[in-house]
């Protein structure tokens, strides 16, 4: 499949460890493609049109790691979520996401500490009364919340795997999770 990216984008394309990426040209955007296949999780199977299956993607990395995950899921989930939190749940999403870039400027946080998907996954596990009433109220009940909780057992939103299962691939590391909370706190206070 990366031969035929080469063959139609030719120099545009850059492989990486996961995806590759189509750099933009003329009216073309940067892309990122994710070359991958249908994976198919069976939780029990009886017979043909009698089983249970979660349906997501796996690829391999550039090193033949094989990852297989769940996006369809993920996104599903985290909009049940945010409606079910009154839409609040995509506003604080993004505040994490803007306190990360601010704690990565200050040198707190290392680039790739807190990606996207796990500061999704982490507030995914935050219960629904958490949310509301206003931005600063809402952030004081998830960050106490969060801080308090046993995050040990804390879904992925893709409902898959746990979120801090040491798994590089697919899961969080607790120390990172962790680091990003401390770092939170800090910028928080104003320290």
Known sequence: ??????EHFGDGVEAGTKAVMIKPFHNRRKAD????????????????????EVTGISFHKSDGTRVVNYPKQ???????????????????????????QKLI???VLQVGVAP?????????????????????N???????????ADRSSFA???GQYRLLDGNPDVTWHAANCDAYLSGLVGLWKGS
């Open 1 to 6: 499949m990366l031969a035929v990216l080469y």
């Open 33 to 52: 493609v994710v070359i991958a296949t249908k994976h198919k999780k069976y939780s029990s199977f009886f017979a043909v049109g009698n089983e249970t």
């Open 74 to 100: 993920h996104r599903e989930n985290l909009a049940a979520r945010n409606q079910a939190t009154n839409e609040w749940l995509k506003h604080i999403v993004r505040i994490f996401k803007n306190a990360r």
């Open 105 to 107: 400027e200050q040198g």
């Open 116 to 136: 996207s998907y796990y500061l999704e996954g982490m507030l995914y596990n935050v219960p629904i009364d958490k949310f509301g009433g206003s931005y600063s």
């Open 138 to 148: 809402t952030m004081i009940m998830v960050v106490n919340w969060l801080l308090e």
């Open 156 to 158: 992925c939103a893709n």
